[in-house]
């Protein structure tokens, strides 16, 4: 039988919980509740998949290896053998001029929107809303209406041209290499132009008014203030912008392969073109892996160099 032992009189008194301490634990653990869905959300679907293909990369993974297991590691010979193929710097090579030429066009058609949008006129907002139309589609939509406009048979291009007659016959756009890069470098700007728009024109807004007014009693032209005034205010939104649509367009699979399928002849196979060809054609998952590598490396590299030139500004 238990007996109980009095407290000793010299004791200190115990603790006594309060409310002010559960209110502190309660507003310390909130935000992590609060966040744990999205964090194992992005952490299941984004960082678990990227680091399992960054690991693929440094294994011998055919079809037969995901079926029965067993890869062997092989480090970094598939980064060897890929970079010693002619094929692989090829789709580098076209990744690189469909990604500048996609990115120079988007930028170039939201700012000219960004500025005509800043204007006051009839039927501005609807406007707005039709341009966004272009971003708020699915890729899958987009592309397929890019593909049958330039179809050379039914498409609606070679429609307008025959009742113009300036062509007799069919032309296939997309069967010729030049024409088929054009198609899918002016597809993409005008997916992306919209929201590259968006961002111009927050900056836009954010410019003062009176360095215009100051520049207009100075007799400054609307091309001098746009070059002196707009373009230097716009500098650190233009950066952001572009590094935001040079990763989208760097990475951009399925506007290509749904219009031309890298075709032809490989003049528009890109290096995300030229993974899937690897992994779902050849059944390569290793070296698949090493060209997504690629395409997650230079982004990174290329936002570091941005975050790092921003810096330096900062402090000068």
Do not use: C
């Amino acid at each position: 039988m238990a007996v109980a032992v009095p407290p000793r009189a010299d004791a200190p008194p115990r603790p006594v919980p309060t409310g002010r301490g559960r209110g502190r634990a309660r507003r310390l653990l909130a935000p992590l509740l609060f966040t744990a869905p999205a964090v194992l959300f992005v952490g299941a679907t984004v960082v678990y998949p990227l680091l399992y293909s960054v690991l693929q990369s440094f294994f011998d993974i055919g079809l037969r290896e995901v079926v029965q297991g067993g890869a062997q590691w092989v480090g970094l010979d598939n980064y060897a053998d890929q970079f010693a193929r002619p094929r692989f710097w090829d789709s580098f090579g076209v990744s690189v001029v469909y990604t500048v030429a996609s990115v120079a066009l988007t930028f170039a058609i939201g700012l000219g929107l960004a500025l005509l949008l800043r204007r006051p006129f009839r039927g501005r907002d609807v406007l707005r809303a039709l341009i966004l139309v272009a971003w708020v589609l699915p890729t899958v939509v987009s592309a397929n209406v890019w593909r049958w406009l330039l179809d050379g048979s039914y498409g609606l291009l070679n429609a307008m041209l025959r009742a113009l007659g300036l062509i007799d016959g069919d032309l296939f756009w997309l069967g010729r290499p030049g024409a088929a890069v054009a198609a899918v470098v002016f597809a993409t700007a005008w997916s992306f132009a919209p929201f590259a728009m968006i961002l111009l024109a927050a900056g836009l807004e954010g410019i003062p008014k009176r360095l215009y007014e100051a520049a207009r009693i100075d007799g400054a032209s609307p091309w001098r203030q746009f070059r002196h005034i707009t373009l230097p205010q716009l500098r650190p939104v233009s950066l952001a912008a572009l590094l935001l649509v040079f990763i989208y367009t760097f990475k951009n699979f399925d506007t290509i392969f749904l219009m031309t399928a890298g075709g032809p002849g490989g003049a528009t196979a890109t290096l995300p073109v030229y993974a899937y060809n690897e992994a779902f054609e050849f059944s390569r998952f290793d070296t698949a892996s090493v060209a997504t590598t690629v395409l997650m490396i230079v982004p990174i590299a290329l936002s570091l160099f941005y975050f790092r030139a921003l810096r330096k500004e900062r402090d000068a």
